[in-house]
């Protein structure tokens, strides 16, 4: 996949993960996040920028079609791919982990109390 077919997807995946029409979950793997729709499709979202790992891409993206990996997005240097999937993935771990303003509120607020 070219990169501006790659930012495309990014892009779209994004918008539909924002519109809550592609759910997030998380995963028994720490910062790893799966979804599946149109009924053959699976994703994978994963990060290593929390690990010590440089020899890994930062983010991953797999999309599966029956168990196949079809596609596989691991941008090697900074640029707008890169840009695009750590998006991506910093939207999809608020959403699979309900991260929302009211729990930040109820945080915040906890805070105050101290």
């Known amino acids: 996949m070219n990169d501006a077919k790659a930012v495309a997807f ?5 918008v ?5 029409k592609i759910h997030w979950e998380p995963t028994v ?5 799966v979804s ?6 699976g994703l994978a979202i994963s990060s ?4 010590s790992a440089e020899s ?8 599966d079609d029956r168990g ?5 997005i691991a941008p090697e240097e900074p640029g707008v791919l890169a ?4 998006e991506l993935f910093e939207t999809v771990q608020k959403q699979a982990l309900l991260v929302d303003d009211s729990k930040l509120d109820s945080v915040l607020a906890e805070l105050h109390r101290l």
Not at 10 to 14: A, F, G, K, T, V
Not at 16 to 20: I, Y
Not at 56 to 63: E, K
Not at 68 to 72: G, S, T
């Open 10 to 14: 990014l892009q779209e995946l994004l």
């Open 56 to 63: 890994l891409p930062s983010c991953l993206l797999r999309v």
């Open 68 to 72: 196949r990996e079809v596609i596989r």
């Open 29 to 33: 793997v720490d910062h790893t996040y």
């Open 16 to 20: 539909k993960t924002r519109e809550g």
């Open 36 to 41: 599946a729709f149109g009924g053959k499709f």
């Open 83 to 86: 840009d695009n999937l750590e």
């Open 48 to 51: 290593n920028a929390y690990l």
